[in-house]
């Protein structure tokens, strides 16, 4: 898959970034994340996950805002992680009206409650506080279309994976990606709950 084939916006963007043409192995993902499969996507650092994950992410959600429910939910390791990756989603979405927010410990609940009741389109969250959201009802997964973890590595961490698993459990049809450098035993559970479609997609050596 080239990128002369997505949304026009999205393609400006790239282009605007400097991005000539997809690595091998995001012309590997990118077509099987947008037939709307769930993936474990694994492949070493510097291979273009993550530039990948944000690019189908805003493909999906068609490069603009719509109603208030989040349609895109990407779990982080943790603070660090979410604020680098919002940075990286705004450098695209520019020129695009899609709404990101962060949510993570450090932050009032009740204010992060309201941020998002007023209309998000992509959260970025550390486990523990998107689960705690969740429990006080801090946010709507009804519109729900991804479920991502990135850099899924953080699983191995006690206590979080219980965090992930619960949103699943809840919520209707949606496409799930994991996005790590190997598959980790914490990462294998997941099969056993809302992964057991996935394909394993490896970078080639």
């Known amino acids: 898959m080239s990128f002369k084939k997505l949304n026009p916006l999205l393609k ?6 400097g991005y000539e043409s997809p690595t091998a192995f995001q012309k590997k993902i990118l077509p099987k994340i947008k037939s709307g499969a769930d993936l474990y996507l694994l492949a070493p650092e510097d291979s273009g996950k993550t530039t990948a994950m944000i690019i189908s992410v805003i493909q999906k959600l068609n490069s603009e805002a719509f109603e208030d429910s989040p349609r895109a939910l990407i779990y982080v390791k943790d603070k660090e992680a979410a604020l680098e990756l919002e940075q990286k989603f705004k450098e695209f979405t520019r020129e695009m009206d899609l709404r990101i927010y962060c949510a993570y410990e450090e932050q009032n609940i009740d204010d992060q409650k309201d941020d998002i009741y007023y209309g998000v389109d992509i959260v970025i969250a550390t486990p523990k506080r998107l689960s705690k959201l969740f429990s006080m009802t801090g946010i ?15 699983l191995s961490k006690p206590g979080l994976i219980d965090d992930v698993v619960r949103i699943p459990m809840s919520i209707n049809k949606c496409q799930y990606l994991v996005f790590a450098e190997k598959m980790e035993p914490k990462m294998k559970r997941l099969q056993d709950m809302f992964m057991e479609r996935a394909q394993i997609v490896k970078m080639a050596k």
């Open 12 to 17: 400006e963007a790239i282009e605007r970034l």
């Open 140 to 154: 709507h997964l009804g519109q729900l279309q991804l479920f991502i973890l990135e850099d899924a590595e953080f």
